[in-house]
T-cell receptor, first 118, second 112 residues
């Protein structure tokens, strides 16, 4: 299947700093990428839909200024957690859908990034 | 917000037995998908069933879909220790967002 690379896989930062997480589709073009957040032993909560070349669409309750999403190319989307606080500590997972398969719905996931804010 | 609820939340069975997980959802869908997640890892797509399909097979996996009841089930036959993971159903609606929403998940443990 298609490969999605997410980096870094884990990061520890101090409160008040910003952290950027990258999501790359390695062997396909992804016009749409999704960012999810997952707390321990819970399901994935959709944060935002990232569309190449346009602004991201955020889910209700997700702060746009807190979680900055950029999808500058067909293979790269980034999530920046700005002014991180301990409550932002979580597992962040990106996923991508192939451009050609826009209607099949199958998502390919990165391995996730575990953020710990001290 | 989550679209679906899964039950059971946790399931522990003996290796070799069959495991059945259920998923219910709230709104109309275009397709329903099942994913697997090993602890601390990303998700792996298992199978997709479209709204006009009732049953689908893939290896040891069998998925059913009942759109009238807004429910789906995932059956894993002849379970193995390596099947230990969390399993999530996810629904897709082809609105302009075309987003996929995940259910609450079932944590499956296979006892050797």
């Amino acid at each position: 299947g298609a490969v999605v690379s997410q980096h870094p896989s884990w990061v520890i930062c101090k409160s008040g700093t910003s952290v950027k997480i990258e999501c790359r589709s390695l062997d396909f073009q992804a016009t749409t990428m999704f960012w999810y957040r997952q707390f321990p032993k819970q399901s994935l909560m959709l944060m935002a839909t990232s569309n190449e070349g346009s602004k991201a669409t955020y889910e209700q309750g997700v702060e746009k200024d807190k979680f900055l999403i950029n999808h500058a190319s067909l293979t790269l989307s980034t999530l920046t957690v700005t002014s991180a606080h301990p409550e932002d500590s979580s597992f962040y997972i990106c996923s991508a859908r192939e451009f050609r398969d826009a209607n099949t719905g199958e998502l390919f996931f990165g391995e996730g990034s575990r953020l710990t804010v001290l | 917000s989550q679209q679906g609820e899964e039950d059971p939340q946790a399931l522990s069975i003996q290796e070799g037995e069959n495991a059945t997980m259920n998923c219910s959802y709230k709104t109309s869908i275009n397709n329903l998908q099942w994913y697997r997640q090993n602890s601390g890892r990303g998700l792996v797509h298992l199978i997709l069933i479209r709204s006009n399909e009732r049953e689908k097979h893939s290896g040891r996996l069998r998925v059913t879909l009942d759109t009238s009841k807004k429910s789906s089930s995932l059956l894993i036959t002849a379970s193995r220790a390596a099947d230990t993971a969390s399993y999530f159903c996810a629904t897709a609606r082809y609105s302009s967002a075309s987003k996929i929403i995940f259910g609450s998940g079932t944590r499956l443990s296979i006892r050797p």
